[in-house]
């Protein structure tokens, strides 16, 4: 069986190596050593001013979108994990969902505009599949309305455009390091934010530590969602191999790139800006059936047929959920749900397995 992802696993000593400290330290959890040295690592790593660890990306949005305050109307992307629209809904707030371009399938930063009416407060767009949204156009929009700007950075993991990570945009953004992602701590997240919002740090530090800020003073109604050490561990370990393990993603990316680039109604993502350095986290195809002869979800069944488990993500749109009662519908979002299927890709991957996946998808190209 040829899964469409598989964990960033260090070596095991490594992580042996770390328990030992978290055995003889016996903190484990409630920022210990492992928290700090991972915040550190991560900071470096990300380029960023400032960083606060979470128990799972979730929360970490969840609790960033709490921490700005915000009121009434957050504009978003239905073409997305449904975590993003779940946290903005879980905040009392309404998301008003905005339709995608079927290029790189972020937010259409044109259709932004028609959607502000006096109740919205921000936007909170999603680099899909590690592909950077728009962001010089959404913070002008944002500027010009007042709005805050959170991204849902989730898939773009040690991404970085002209030299600057996308930690660094907007007001804050939401990174997610659970399993299935490029960079995991087994589950957790992070929210990184700019300095200038000087009260954001200890906003977010009370909402994931019950407003506990020493012994016997409670400033805020927080919950719980702190990472712990063992979650930590594990970062610190993935951190060593990250570099190492992007480059190996560019490798096979590159390699289904060649073979599938060329078949008529096949639509591979192009991570193809010399601007930007890419993380390769998700390998979508787009297929058109007119011109391939079979639709997605056939070919999605005929690769499980042969053990290949590719996925059809995001479908169902969240639009198109029932818990979220949405009546409207949005062309390119649709469109692109119905036709998009992500394909096998993680470090271990070898060329030879992409091979045959691609071979079983030329194939049925009639
Ligand atoms: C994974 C993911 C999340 C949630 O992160 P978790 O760490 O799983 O809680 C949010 N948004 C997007 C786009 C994701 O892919």
Redesign the pocket.
Known sequence: MINVTSPLLPPLNEYITELEEIWNSKWITNMGSAHKRLEQGLTNYLGVKNLELFV??????ELALQAFDLKGEVITTPF??V??SH?IKRNGLTPVFCDIKTDDYTIDVDKIESLITDKTTAIVP?H?YGHICETEKIEKIAKKHNLKVIY?A??AFGVSVNGQGVGNLGDAS?F???A??VFNCI???AVTFNNHINDIKTKLYNLKNFGIQSPEIVEAIGCNAKMNEFQAAMGICNLKIIDESIQKRKQIYTHYYERLSNIDGIKINSYSNENIKYNYAYLPILIDENKYGINRDKLANILLENDIYARKYFYPLISNIECYNCKQTFENAEYVSKNILTLPIYPDLTLKQVDLICDIIKQQKN
């Open positions: 799972n990306g979730h929360l970490a949005l997305t994990f975590s993003t946290a999603v899909v849902d989730a898939h939401m997610s390091f659970h299935t992602k589950e957790g997240g």
